[in-house]
């Protein structure tokens, strides 16, 4: 029987292969980042593989301080084969830059490693993944964070943070401070940087707020070079 990771719901099993419940199959005994990357590329165990371009898969130093889950890949990151490359990722560079910490030096991914979208004339619109598709995907998040061992882990967006922390969890409550997890020493949840692309007026508000809670972050990395 598959494991349900908590706040999922659980899903009954069916005639079907255990890969098609789960990516763990699929999972190197022995992981290294390379080894994932290559593994998750032919993945099928959700519907996804058939719409998205290619499996878009983390990026980053397996020595990483930091990690940042995201939802899924967009447009632009379907295309290119990496992680934020569209304009989330370049509000993130942004920010990032803002809050004193350096890209190159983290590492970033998605819940979902492949694009969801839906046909509106040529262009392709996102679409939310739902709880099956995230947890048919979530033995390579487990498989990112077991590699990577960040001491800080940063849920960018509600998915992101509903999946590592429970269907129960609010980012607009508790974004910019630690929360108590076991994945990693510092867990923080905030926005996801598409969401400001979306703010209209309040955006430069919406930023401010991003760089305060990326501060966070940064204060967290200085310590944990300190201890």
Partial sequence: MVSTPPGYPKVAMTQQSLLDETAAPLVPTRPSLKKLTEAAAGCKACPLWKTGTQTVFGEGSPKSEVMFVGEQPGDQEDRAGAPFVGPAGRLLDEALADAGIDRSLTYVTNVVKHFKWEARGKRRIHQKPNWSEIAACRP???????????????????TAAQALLGRTFRVTRAR??????????????????????RAGEDRDAEYSAL?????????????????
Avoid: F, Q, Y
Wanted: charge should be negative; aromatic fraction near 2%.
């Fill in 211 to 227: 760089v305060s809670d990326l501060n966070v972050v940064a204060k967290h990395i200085v310590e944990s070079r300190a201890s």
């Fill in 176 to 197: 910019g401070r630690p929360v108590e997890s076991s994945l990693a020493p510092v867990v923080i949840a905030t926005v996801h940087p598409s969401s400001i692309l």
């Fill in 140 to 158: 390579w998040l487990d498989a990112e964070l077991a590699v990577v061992k960040p001491h800080v882990l940063v849920c960018l967006g509600a």
